[in-house]
T-cell receptor, first 113, second 111 residues
Framework: DGGITQSPKYLFRKEGQNVTLSCEQN?????MYWYRQDPGQGLRLIYY???????QKGDIAEGYSVSREKKESFPLTVTSAQKNPTAFYLC????????????FGPGTRLLVL | QKEVEQNSGPLSVPEGAIASLNCTYS??????FFWYRQYSGKSPELIMS????GDKEDGRFTAQLNKASQYVSLLIRDSQPSDSATYLC???????????FGAGTTVTVRA
């Protein structure tokens, strides 16, 4: 079964803690993305990667970091610098030729304790 | 001005009726347009993509694109209760990889 997996489904963060959200895809896609969704709002782009070992900041990168060491994996770290991290985090991937459809994983809901 | 704007909703339609969703965008260089459906608590799933002016039909869904007027719409014919969801309009930014999303329109189909 080809698809995108995200883990965990729910994640709780304590003050001052860094947490890492996992995203894995077996679609052989080159491009991967991280979005944040707040209630009643559209998706906002955090980071994206067009190819292994390269990534670019999106619109709201402050307080987040990513790595892309493998084609299949694009983990997102929410650092303690992100003061309002409570949101629904969505990972997506696409073929990697630009302008094509992005496919989404099931999401991780991050809550602050 | 927001990059992508959708009619605010919520939109309530009776079962069997047509639901009409509208989306306008600001970037004249945009070439790719997408409609996603998102059920409550779930991730978005692709309904339609459209790249050329005119209509594109897929089952009960029809996407309409007018680049000159910078709008894209989605019609849902013979609406079913299972169509109750939030519909997100997404527009590619110029020739690149990034998508801009509207805030979504919530549709409720009442039996």
């Amino acid at each position: 079964d080809g698809g995108i997996t995200q883990s965990p489904k729910y994640l709780f963060r304590k003050e001052g803690q860094n947490v890492t959200l996992s995203c894995e895809q077996n679609l052989n896609h080159d491009a991967m993305y991280w979005y944040r969704q707040d209630p009643g709002q559209g998706l906002r782009l955090i980071y994206y990667s067009q190819i292994v070992n390269d990534f670019q900041k999106g619109d709201i990168a402050e307080g987040y970091s990513v790595s892309r060491e493998k084609k299949e994996s694009f983990p997102l770290t929410v650092t303690s610098a992100q003061k309002n991290p409570t949101a629904f985090y969505l990972c997506a991937s696409s073929i990697g030729q630009g302008q094509e459809t992005q496919y989404f994983g099931p999401g991780t809901r991050l809550l602050v304790l | 001005q927001k990059e992508v704007e959708q009619n605010s909703g919520p939109l309530s339609v009776p079962e069997g009726a047509i639901a009409s969703l509208n989306c306008t965008y600001s970037d004249r260089g945009s070439q790719s347009f997408f409609w996603y459906r998102q059920y409550s608590g779930k991730s978005p799933e692709l309904i339609m993509s459209i790249y050329s002016n005119g209509d594109k039909e897929d089952g009960r869904f029809t996407a309409q694109l007018n680049k000159a007027s910078q709008y894209v719409s989605l019609l849902i014919r013979d609406s079913q209760p299972s169509d109750s969801a939030t519909y997100l309009c997404a527009v590619n930014r110029g020739l690149g990889y990034k998508l801009s999303f509207g805030a979504g329109t919530t549709v409720t189909v009442r039996a």
